[in-house]
C-alpha cells in the first residue's frame, strides 16, 4: 500500500490518500480529521502509526506504507 498527502489551495483542506500496489485509489481522506473506518482497508488498531506516518508526509511524495 502507498499513501501520498495532497496540498488543498483556499478552501480546499490537505487530503491523504492510499493507494494499492497497482496504485488505485482505494481510500481519500482529510488530512486533519480523526481516522475512522480503518478496518476497511487492513489498518484496523494502526491508527496511532498511521497518525505520525502523516504527520511526517511531505506534500506531493508518493510513499510505501509500512506500519
Known sequence: MYIIKVKG???IPDYIQLRDE????????RA???LK???RYGLENK???LAS???GLEFGKLQ???I
Open 9 to 11: 489551495k483556499a478552501k
Open 22 to 29: 497497482n496504485f488505485v485509489l482505494i481510500a481519500y481522506f
Open 32 to 34: 486533519d480529521r480523526p
Open 37 to 39: 473506518d480503518l478496518h
Open 47 to 49: 491508527e496511532v502509526a
Open 53 to 55: 506516518v502523516i504527520e
Open 64 to 66: 510505501k506504507l509500512e
